[in-house]
Nanobody, 123 residues
Framework: QVQLVESGGGLVQPGGSLRLSCAAS????????MGWYRQAPGKQRELVATITSGGSTNYADSVKGRFTISRDNTKGTMFLQMNTLKPEDTAVYYCNADYRASSSGYVYPRSSWGQGTQVTVSS
């Protein structure tokens, strides 16, 4: 089992910065990928950035060059550094972990989600 807890959300002015943190607990060694997603009011949840255990990253075009995802595999901690924030970045941000679980000798993929943290960009 993997459990996630997030922190770092808040209110920031346009052009400002925030750093989100996601702490994983449980079977952190089984995590092979983590990511950040966000959902704005009235919109579908969208992928922001992902990172694998090997350090490979990808970003949504809307945040590329402004956001940076990182991960400490040994501690099970993931970060999202958000710079040059825009009002359209306002959303609830969710931490996600994809990991390997097993049952009756079979290995299967499973996902865990954080509770979400509110990011509001407004002057």
């Amino acid at each position: 089992q993997v459990q996630l807890v997030e922190s770092g959300g808040g209110l920031v002015q346009p052009g400002g910065s925030l750093r989100l943190s996601c702490a994983a607990s449980g079977s952190i060694s089984s995590i092979y990928a983590m990511g950040w997603y966000r959902q704005a009011p009235g919109k579908q949840r969208e992928l922001v950035a992902t990172i694998t255990s090997g350090g490979s990253t990808n970003y949504a075009d809307s945040v590329k060059g402004r956001f940076t995802i990182s991960r400490d595999n040994t501690k099970g901690t993931m970060f999202l550094q958000m710079n040059t924030l825009k009002p359209e970045d306002t959303a609830v941000y969710y931490c996600n972990a994809d990991y390997r679980a097993s049952s009756s000798g079979y290995v299967y993929p499973r996902s865990s989600w954080g509770q979400g943290t509110q990011v509001t960009v407004s002057s």
